[in-house]
């Protein structure tokens, strides 16, 4: 089984709408991350969360909010999906080898699209 | 703000000829640098990274990468390239240990047969 699954996979919804992408890590990382990827942008960062109690934003955190239910558990919202946000959504948790050298697990990601 | 420039966002090489990937980063101190691969719909895996052990870097698959201060650079290398390289590769940084990497845009690494 995969150590970081996102789910949905796919996922099609209209301007407006609120939507909720999950993320599950059985790794046993405190660490987790949200980042996005859109053509020719490479990733960029929306959220990350090194435990349950300590949440920060990242280079692109508007129109975004997010949950960390558990420290195996790191949600991503979007309050009210709008045409810009169609992109792929990447979960990451890390490990702590040492400030600055962590490894980042990804999950397989969620493909967005918002008509 | 700390960068890092991949110059190329499509490379193509011809099976068993030499893979050279270009990442050139912009920080004032050495910083973690790490180079990750992502193939057909899956997300991003670790090929390698520079913790500042040794400047040349050896992964998986048979991927290298030289850390070189004085060009900053930490450009990715493979001898000879199979059809199961193809993927796209990203260069990424840490600086100075700040808990959040800075992508790249990204190489896209077509293997012609």
């Known amino acids: 089984d995969a150590d970081v699954t996102q789910t949905p996979r796919n996922r099609i919804t209209k301007t407006g709408k609120r939507i909720m992408l999950e993320c599950s890590q059985t790794?046993?990382?405190?660490?987790m991350y949200w980042y996005r990827q859109d053509p020719g942008l490479g990733l960029r960062l929306i959220y990350y969360?090194?435990?349950?109690?300590?949440?920060n934003k990242g280079e692109i955190s508007d129109g975004y909010s997010v949950s960390r239910q558990a420290q195996a558990k790191f949600s991503l919202s979007l309050e009210s999906a709008i045409p810009n946000q169609t992109a792929l959504y990447f979960c990451?948790?890390?490990?702590?080898?040492?400030?600055?050298?962590?490894?980042?697990?990804f999950g397989p990601g969620t493909r967005l699209l918002v008509l | 703000a700390q960068s890092v420039t991949q110059l190329g966002s499509h490379v193509s090489v011809s099976e068993g000829a030499l893979v050279l990937l270009r990442c050139n980063y912009s920080?004032?101190?050495?910083?973690?640098l790490f180079w990750y691969v992502q193939y057909p719909n899956q997300g991003l895996q670790l090929l390698l990274k520079?913790?500042?052990?040794?400047?040349l870097v050896k992964g998986i698959n048979g991927f290298e990468a030289e850390f070189k201060k004085s060009e900053t650079s930490f450009h990715l290398t493979k001898p000879s390239a199979h059809m199961s390289d193809a993927a796209e590769y990203f260069c990424?940084?840490?600086?100075?240990?700040?808990?959040?990497?800075?992508f790249g845009t990204g190489t896209r690494l077509k293997v012609l047969a």
């Open positions: 990424a940084v840490n600086p100075s240990g700040t808990y959040k990497y800075i």
């Open positions: 920080s004032s101190v050495p910083p973690y």
């Open positions: 990451a948790t890390s490990d702590e080898a040492g400030r600055g050298q962590e490894t980042q697990y």
């Open positions: 969360s090194f435990d349950v109690k300590d949440i």
């Open positions: 520079y913790t500042s052990a040794a400047t």
């Open positions: 790794k046993g990382h405190d660490r």
